[in-house]
């Protein structure tokens, strides 16, 4: 009867249909191609790129060191979120202003955000350095050492991101209701116990949810890498991404670059579905 | 004249409205009284167009409704909700409909300021719906049904979502601004008996999505056709008290005519005004509810549950005995099929 | 144990306002020093520990050895904005009728259709890049307003399918339904019934699609060379030479302003309560 409603669903569902999917089937077909700059065209190899891919051990280190960052930074940024959270949630007094200031990060461009943390880095010239020595701890090579630049691309996000969850989280808090405390206090339970048995399990929804979009958007991390390290030093931070784009838009190997970013994609999205069932599992306690 | 044919409509396997035939005339009100759940909504969307039944017709003087979208019906409907446009004042909401069908604005305005002052609300024209009770919001929706003329008014349960000094208030304002409708089909909602009672014309019987039983208002509830009739009817609901009855009797006794019936399975629906305290039987209380200047007691007798109602106010305590009488000879008598038998 | 517990609690909110304001503060500091100043060593005070200089900030507009950001910022602007008005205008029809109306293209549902929209942003933007690069190129879009639009309404319609679609839901059907007994078909009764009340979802949709547009930085970066820089690739290319710090921090803190603002305004617009309440 309501024939107008393909008026309201259609211009939108066909510009996103004409603009993803179109690209999309293409890089499959471009995927069995070996378009490169030399060759630049449409024939058939099969599946010869995927061959090549399997061998690839930079490919699968990317992705390795991939998987350890995004489980890190998201890790720390929803341990810090939660606990900033619960520390301004009864703070009446302050919480707007406080609301405001850690929400700032996230408003910011993250690859503006990381040439300053560049310069924040810097050996010599950066402010970092001075500080951790006047507090006795030493200065550290940051961008020119493996292990100290992958915890530059931590920091960077944890910077970045914490507020991200501290704002779920916070929302989270703030809706529940006041009832199962009143009964924690009766059953004279410590703020400890409270938190484990009370404010953890029922903000399990929401963290679940916190969790997955953050390890969504980790999982395509590139930018901070691109602006920060380059991938370097060597390859030490290097991500799927990065890599890809190397191999696809400085090659220029079209058609190997699409079997990687096709792989990747899948290998993204079964990982998250896993994830997610997991997560559910043990952190929604009315999931079956 | 709206006229109902063969309505059928399905959710799931499920009949939320079957074999529903009516005709409804204008100038009149007809209550239509059901349970919560009987389809009585279901109905009223479905002439309104919201919902598309899988079979039947909905016609208006002749005129077929069934393909006809809402916005092309000639209807108004007031629901439980407090339904306004947050956007627009009290004004502009009572003649949004007249804008929206060609009236000038100026016009529009004059005649939804009248319809406002005819439910009391001429000094709020003003206001945002949000600004008002939610009596005065429902008023608002009630003016904006009526400013419309619409040939078809559904009003469903207007009033339930209102504090009950206000619903009775209400009921008797709304009697009042219908009675110049003379060219309207009403079409009221409830589940209260005594509503249906109070205003209807004609009272139209829902129970599981079937017309159960219609007629004029006193007709249905002095004779309810069926032990499910008689239960809609009845608030309390009528009870039922189980009897078996060996060879054929002369039944005279019992109601207000003789009736002779074969032997069998029978069910004596006995209402809970014809209940008195002060007789014989002793009834354990199991409950008691009071409700304004009425008393409901739930009581046990002989392992049967029975509701009693008196016009008073009484302070009984589960586990008190009472002695009751029963006016056995003013129930209603029905067969095993749940119909009236020995009529 | 109490005043324990409450040193340390503002003990570490103290810390973290100071880890969140410190790349602030070093960036402000910084677009004050001129070369001498830099290459001093990591400094805070003017006046005192350098000499401050408004050359970073001259070179914003064209000075010696920067940016002119004007341009870029500019293109930024208008990229933003005409990506998020096409993708909220064309996202919330969508929204709309995927909250009102049943839909089934073969197997799918509302809820697969919805989820078709908004799973979009599940998408790597590498995995696009390429193929984009491709698409813009054949229809000589490359290095264009127009062809960055097109892509970035792509990027933000998922973001304003799911904010508007939630929204709606929660917009009781009653509101539409007595709307079409006033005579209103969908089209009229979305134009003068809904949208008008759609305000607080339409300003959060806004506020996610300016926020995501006006940050991104990979496919700006993709697709365009030198004629349409957007703000954040003119800074990037800041980087790569011999870094003048202080027009990079002025540059940095100017792409960075709009936003902050921005979560100023939206904070207020929303502890205000927008029309909550409005609609029962």
Redesign the interface.
């Known amino acids: 009867?309501?024939r107008q409603k393909y008026l309201f669903l259609l211009p939108g569902l066909l510009v996103l249909v004409a603009i993803i999917l179109f690209p999309l089937l293409f890089t499959i077909r471009v995927s069995f191609s070996s378009w490169d700059v030399y060759n630049p065209g449409l024939n058939w190899i099969g599946g010869e790129n995927y061959g090549r891919l399997w061998e690839d051990a930079r490919y699968w280190q990317a992705l390795g060191r991939l998987t350890l960052l995004s489980v890190t930074t998201v890790l720390i940024q929803y341990v810090l979120g939660f606990a900033l959270a619960l520390m301004v949630w009864r703070d009446l007094a302050a919480r707007r202003l406080f609301r405001v200031l850690f929400l700032i990060p996230m408003m910011t461009t993250p690859v503006v955000m990381s040439v300053l943390w560049r310069t924040i880095f810097h050996e010599s010239l950066g402010p970092l350095n001075p500080i951790l020595e006047s507090l006795g701890i030493g200065a550290a090579p940051w961008l020119s050492s493996a292990g100290w630049a992958f915890a530059a691309v931590v920091m960077v996000e944890v910077w970045q991101w914490t507020p991200f969850m501290f704002l779920l989280l916070l929302a989270g808090l703030l809706s529940l209701p006041n009832e199962p405390y009143l009964a924690a206090k009766i059953d004279g339970a410590g703020p400890v116990r409270t938190f484990f048995s009370v404010t953890f399990p029922m903000l399990g929804a929401i963290s679940v949810g916190a969790i997955l979009i953050r390890l969504i958007e980790a999982s395509k991390i590139m930018e901070t890498v691109y602006v920060l390290t380059s991938g370097g030093p060597g390859t030490s931070t290097e991500t799927s991404s990065y890599y890809i784009y190397i191999r696809g838009m400085r090659d220029f190997q079209i058609g190997y670059s699409a079997a990687l970013s096709l792989t990747y994609l899948i290998i993204m999205i079964v990982a998250l579905t896993v994830i997610a069932k997991l997560l559910v599992r043990a952190l929604v306690k009315d999931a079956a | 004249m709206l006229k109902i044919t063969d309505l059928e409509l399905l959710v799931g396997s499920v009949a939320h409205l079957a074999a529903i035939n009516a005709s409804f005339q204008p100038g009149t009100l007809t209550t239509i009284l059901g349970r919560t759940g009987a389809g009585k909504t279901t109905l009223m969307r479905a002439i309104?167009?919201?919902i598309?039944p899988d079979r039947g017709q909905i016609l208006l003087d002749g005129t077929g409704w069934t393909r006809l979208?809402?916005?092309k019906?000639p209807?108004?409907?007031v629901?439980q909700?407090?339904?306004?446009?947050?956007?627009l004042n009290v004004r502009d909401n009572v003649a949004?409909?007249l804008v929206?069908?060609g009236v000038a604005k100026a016009d529009a305005a004059a005649r939804a300021e009248a319809a406002l002052a005819r439910v009391g609300l001429a000094a709020m024209v003003d206001r945002?719906?949000?600004a008002l009770s939610g009596g005065q919001?429902q008023r608002v929706a009630i003016a904006?049904a009526l400013v419309?003329k619409a040939p078809v008014l559904l009003l469903d349960e207007p009033f339930v979502n209102l504090d009950y000094n206000l619903r009775e208030a209400f009921r008797k304002d709304l009697v009042d601004l219908l009675a110049v409708e003379t060219g309207t089909v009403v079409l009221y909602a409830s589940t209260d008996p005594r509503e249906a009672l109070q205003m209807g014309d004609q009272i139209v019987l829902l129970a599981d999505g079937r017309i159960v039983q219609s007629g004029s208002p006193r007709d249905v509830f002095a004779n309810p056709a069926s032990l499910t009739a008689a239960s809609v009817v009845n608030d309390p609901p009528i009870n039922p008290i189980p009897f078996h009855q060996n060879g054929v009797a002369d039944f005279g006794a019992l109601g207000q005519q003789a009736i002779t019936l074969p032997s069998g399975a029978y069910t004596l629906g006995l209402r809970a005004s014809d209940i008195r305290a002060g007789g014989p039987h002793q009834a354990r209380v199991t409950l008691t509810e009071v409700t304004g200047s009425e008393t409901l007691t739930h009581l046990s007798l002989n392992g049967l549950d029975l509701v009693m109602q008196e016009k008073s106010v009484v302070l009984r305590s589960p586990g008190d005995v009472v002695g009751v009488h029963l006016d056995l000879h003013k129930g209603l008598v029905f067969g095993a099929d749940g119909q009236r038998a020995g009529v | 144990m109490k005043t324990l517990y409450l040193a340390l609690k503002y003990l570490a909110i103290a810390l973290w306002s100071a880890f969140v304001v410190f790349p602030f503060l070093w960036a402000l500091t910084t677009s004050f020093k001129s070369a001498n100043g830099v290459t001093g060593g990591a400094t805070w005070i003017p006046w005192v520990q350098y000499e401050p200089s408004l050359q970073g900030w001259q070179s914003l507009f064209g000075g010696v050895g920067g940016i002119n950001v004007v341009k870029p910022f500019y293109n930024s602007l208008v990229v933003t904005l005409s990506a998020s008005v096409i993708s909220i205008t064309l996202g919330t029809l969508a929204a709309y009728a995927l909250s009102r109306f049943t839909f089934r293209f073969l197997w799918m549902r509302n809820s697969d259709i919805t989820f078709f929209f908004i799973s979009q942003r599940i998408m790597p933007p590498i995995v696009l890049a390429i193929p984009f690069f491709l698409m813009l190129r054949s229809l000589g879009l490359l290095d264009s307003l127009p062809g960055l639009i097109l892509v970035y309404v792509a990027l933000l319609m998922p973001i304003a399918v799911w904010v508007m679609v939630d929204f709606f839901n929660g917009v009781?059907r009653?509101?539409d339904?007595?709307?079409?007994?006033?005579?209103?078909?969908p089209i009229?009764t979305f134009w003068r019934?809904i949208l008008?009340?759609a305000l607080p979802g339409l300003v959060v949709a806004g506020m996610f699609c300016i926020i995501f547009g006006w940050n991104d930085f990979f496919f700006a970066f993709t697709l365009t060379f030198t004629e349409t820089q957007l703000l954040p690739v003119a800074i990037v290319s800041l980087n790569s030479s011999v870094t003048p710090w202080w027009s990079l921090s002025a540059a940095a803190l100017v792409s960075i302003a709009p936003l902050v603002v921005l979560a100023f305004v939206v904070e207020r617009f929303l502890s205000k309560g927008g029309?909550a309440?409005?609609?029962?």
């Open positions: 009867m309501y | 309104a167009g919201l598309a979208p809402p916005w019906r209807v108004a409907m629901t909700q407090f339904i306004n446009y947050p956007h949004f409909p929206r069908a945002r719906p949000s919001q904006r419309k | 009781p009653g509101l339904e007595m709307a079409w007994m006033d005579g209103c078909n009229i019934v008008p009340n029309l309440g409005a609609v029962r």
